[in-house]
């Protein structure tokens, strides 16, 4: 049942999925609280952290969603 690869095959588990799944509601959840909290935000300096973290947050998600499209593959 456990088989070496030479090269690791372009597939997701189910297990990965789930993973994936989870990391992307995690990521997502902290992306629409920070960018929400953006506009109620007064401070100018927590708003540049803000957003900063919004930015970082949608990049991971993107990532994540990359990985989906491409069956695995990260690029």
Known sequence: MNEIYDVVPDIISGKDL?????????TYGAYKSTYNAIDS???????????KASNIFEENMNKIL??????GEYE
């Open 41 to 51: 935000v007064s401070d100018d300096e927590l708003k540049k952290i803000l957003i």
């Open 18 to 26: 789930d993973y994936l799944s989870d990391m992307f509601n995690w």
């Open 66 to 71: 990359n990985i989906l499209s491409n069956g």
